[in-house]
């Protein structure tokens, strides 16, 4: 498989993401184009590591790193950004939840950051 398969692949993802976030209204949506976007962050790190030990394939390790790296750095950043990602699923939907509950809409065009924009919308 050529190398440059999986940064494509990733490139089109964050793309969609970038896409979802921008041209969406509903909250649970752009919460999941996060998420694309950090998948494709994911595909990025594994695949740069990939890359990185396919090239330097018989090359000592005292030649290029000092202390020698771990084993399969990039999925174990990807593992953390995982992590990450769940967590930033739990808080968000939190939030979208409230949200619901207090306004009965989860349209991010019709959000009121503040109590007065609030009024000043249904008046």
Not at 47 to 59: E, F, I, Q, S, Y
Not at 88 to 99: F, M, T
């Amino acid at each position: 498989m050529h190398a440059v398969i999986p940064y494509v692949v990733a490139a089109a993802l964050f793309g969609i993401g970038v896409y979802g976030v921008l041209r969406r209204r509903n909250a649970i949506l752009v919460l999941m184009a996060v998420e694309l976007m950090l998948n494709a962050v994911n595909v990025i790190l594994v695949a740069a590591d990939a890359t990185v030990r396919a090239t330097l394939t018989g090359v000592q390790p005292e030649a290029w790193a000092h202390p020698a790296p771990e084993p399969r750095a990039g999925a174990i950043f990807a593992l953390f950004v995982i992590v990450l990602a769940a967590a930033e699923v739990g808080v968000g939907l939190a939030i979208v939840l409230q949200y619901y509950r207090l306004r009965r809409a989860v349209v991010l065009d019709e959000v009121a950051l503040h109590e007065h924009d609030h009024e000043r919308v249904t008046a």
